[in-house]
């Protein structure tokens, strides 16, 4: 009975460890790049969520003003670009907010878009006139800045002018400095009317 001698064990061990390793290796470098997509598919699902979000408000905009906590009525409707004062970096009355259980209130709602701690967050009143506000709920991390122009009578402005009947803007630039993806911008259009 013939069998193997120690080097052809021993080598056949040497292959084996080396197809081995290098299955080692393909594995690992499949689960980084399937770790890499999961998180550029999360992050890409972030921002996507951010822009349904403020697309749907832009597309249900209202000139109606609101009131602020003296009662007195706010001399705009839709504004933006004031985070340097601590404001919003948007500020609209939207139309359309549904009504399930049939609550006596407005369809109308109070929304603003701010920047806190490099994150993008939409936060509503809780009544269209009230001072109070719900929770703000995060949509889109990582901002390193960001600024809005207007589109108004055919013309980019960087603020819209005060006065009780002034139009909406036609559309609206969303700048954003991003930390992974550097400079992104979004062309929104405004499709709200008076109401």
Do not use: C
């Amino acid at each position: 009975m013939k069998g193997f001698t120690l080097v052809e064990m021993m080598l056949a061990l040497f292959i084996f460890g080396l197809v081995s390793a290098a299955g080692v290796a393909v594995m690992r470098f499949s689960m980084d790049n399937q770790e890499r997509v999961r998180a550029h598919t999360s992050r890409l699902a972030e921002f996507q969520g951010a822009r349904a979000l403020l697309k749907a408000d832009l597309a249900q905009a209202s000139t109606r003003r609101t009131r602020g906590l003296d009662g007195r009525p706010d001399n705009r409707a839709f504004f933006g670009n004031e985070q340097a004062n601590g404001g919003p970096l948007l500020a609209l009355v939207r139309r359309g907010v549904d009504n399930p259980d049939n609550q006596p209130r407005s369809s109308l709602q109070y929304v603003e878009y701010r920047l806190a701690k490099n994150t993008l967050e939409r936060r509503t009143r809780v009544g269209l006139d009230s001072g109070s506000f719900y929770p703000s709920q995060p949509l889109l991390t990582g901002i390193r800045s960001a600024s809005l122009k207007f589109l108004w009578h055919g013309q980019w402005i960087d603020t819209l002018p005060l006065g009780a009947h002034v139009d909406l803007p036609q559309a609206v630039r969303l700048d954003l400095n991003l930390t992974d993806y550097g400079t992104v911008t979004q062309l929104l259009l405004v499709t709200g009317s008076a109401s």
